[in-house]
């Protein structure tokens, strides 16, 4: 069952479903919690749920300019904080500057409609996963999580908390062994979480830009469809023949890796 946390002022926070494996075990309930940015929860309740939760490790993938316009956050001093990009530039429809509406504004008028769905995310979710910055960043967070040795919980976040950090707990769980239909049921939950959300945010776009165009990619941008990630899948299999090869290639787990991260998450 893929549980939400309500947590004050986060969007999308939710831990890792305890999914079974293809190996008959399961994902430890708690090991991995995901999540949208946290400088809006209110300072109590923040810690109340970082110690409720045992999170040891907080992982922040989103860019340095996002980070700075959404403000610094002080965390307990037992919570190890590690600034993590995954993305060294803006990256329309995933990161979220402040000045990103009014560019892409400017660029869907320069789009053909039949480009905008599903292609347009999809394109996105490619440049992720074959920009070598971007490997070596997920390089880290690997290292990261097979480094844990206080068995406490791990939070990674970006700032909605479906797209960096929906590709980041695909390869985990793909590393762990869970079905690819779980992992993209759990992927499009995210649609699901974020509704109420996505919802106002479209209203007032629509109001601030109403055009066709621009609101057919605001709304493919808000979304987390699973065509985004199957197609995203579909491209790196026809590259590297499948995830766990382009993880093993292009992110450098080998077996050994592997091996490791299945006896430090699963039982």
């Known amino acids: 069952m893929i549980k939400k946390i309500k947590l004050k002022g986060a969007r999308n926070t939710r831990l890792v479903p305890a999914f ?3 190996e008959g075990k399961r994902v430890k309930e708690g090991a991995f919690i995901r999540s949208g940015k946290l400088n809006k929860v209110p300072k109590k309740k ?6 409720e939760y045992n999170v040891k490790k907080i992982l922040d993938f989103r860019t340095d300019v996002e980070v700075h316009e959404a403000g610094s956050i002080t965390y307990p001093s037992d919570v190890e904080y590690q600034h993590l990009p995954l993305l060294n530039k803006a990256f329309f429809g995933v990161t979220h500057e402040k000045k990103m ?6 660029e869907s008028k320069k789009m053909k409609l039949e480009d905008i769905e599903p292609g347009y995310m999809t394109d996105m979710y490619k440049s992720i996963v074959f920009d070598p910055y ?9 290292d990261v999580i097979l480094n ?7 939070l990674y976040h970006c700032n909605g908390g479906k797209d960096r950090t929906g590709i980041t707990t695909l390869f985990i769980l793909t590393l762990l062994g869970v079905s690819e239909e779980d992992i993209l049921k759990d992927f499009a939950m995210s649609d699901y ?4 959300y996505n919802r106002s945010r479209k209203l007032l776009m629509l109001l601030l830009f109403p055009v066709p165009k621009f609101v057919r990619i605001l709304n493919s941008m808000l979304h987390a469809k699973r065509i985004y990630l199957e197609n995203m899948i579909a491209a790196i299999n026809e590259k590297y023949g499948s995830v766990l090869n382009y993880l093993k290639e292009a992110i450098h787990i080998d077996e050994e890796k592997q091996n490791k991260l299945k006896l430090l998450y699963l039982e």
């Open 20 to 22: 079974e494996t293809t």
């Open 193 to 196: 979480f974020n509704r109420h």
């Open 101 to 106: 509406s009014k560019i892409l504004y400017k």
């Open 148 to 154: 844990n040795g206080d068995g406490g919980s791990i």
């Open 134 to 142: 971007s490997q070596s960043k997920f390089k880290e967070f690997f």
């Open 46 to 51: 923040l810690y109340n749920f970082l110690d």
